[in-house]
């Protein structure tokens, strides 16, 4: 009886796997970046994006001045407005901490560009 259950719970397991779930999604460039950031909030027009290195997490510039943060939740992207968030750095990696107590911060390596996002914030 517990082989079996064992056996079937292995099974469901893998075939999740199998189906692609619990995959991180990817963005494919600057432009995704911005398509996402645009469909998630109102009225925002998307003026210059920088991509993470490991295409996981963005930020996407606003004609109208805010900072958007494009970054995975599961499978899906979540996107949040950080003007004013903590931003430190770190190498070439952008650490941002959002005043969202319910949003954990996010470590973006971004290279050289990681110094003037961070100015921007």
């Known amino acids: 009886m517990v082989w079996t259950s064992l056996f079937g719970i292995i099974t469901i397991i893998l075939l999740a796997r199998a189906l692609g779930f619990g995959k991180t999604p990817t963005i494919a460039n600057t432009a995704e970046a911005s398509r996402i950031a645009a469909a998630a909030l109102h009225d925002f027009r998307p003026a210059e994006s920088a991509l993470a290195t490991d295409h996981r997490g963005a930020l996407v510039a606003g004609t109208d001045g805010r900072i958007a943060l494009v970054r995975p939740f599961g499978d899906r992207w979540v996107v949040r407005v950080i003007n004013g968030a903590a931003a430190s750095i770190s190498g070439d990696v952008l650490r941002v ?7 954990p911060p996010a470590n973006l390596r971004l290279g050289p560009a990681a110094h003037l996002w961070a100015s921007r914030l």
């Not at 901490?97 to 949003?103: H, K, R």
């Open 97 to 103: 901490t959002p005043a969202e107590p319910m949003f």
